[in-house]
């Protein structure tokens, strides 16, 4: 998957339903996202042009989908 971390540091803001205007595809699910629903931008710091929306759930669990050994 698009791992926005994989370019340093990320800016995450939550947007509030009210705020979700538009239909988005989270890169982790390649699901879309819902005019109306509450998700996640992440904007990496030093490539903005590569900002995602992702789902809550996405961004949350995205860690324990590869766990370390
Ligand atoms: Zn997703």
């Not at 509450?38 to 860690?63: E, K, Q, T």
Request: aromatic share 8%; charged share 25%.
């Amino acid at each position: 998957m698009d791992d926005p971390e994989s370019h340093g540091e990320v800016n995450v803001k939550f947007l509030q339903p009210y705020q979700a205007r538009k239909s988005y595809i989270c890169p982790n699910c390649n699901r879309g996202i819902s005019p109306g629903t509450s998700h996640y931008v992440v904007v990496p710091v030093h490539a903005p042009d590569l900002r995602r929306h992702w789902h809550r759930g996405c961004w949350d669990g995205r860690r324990t989908r590869t766990p370390r050994r």
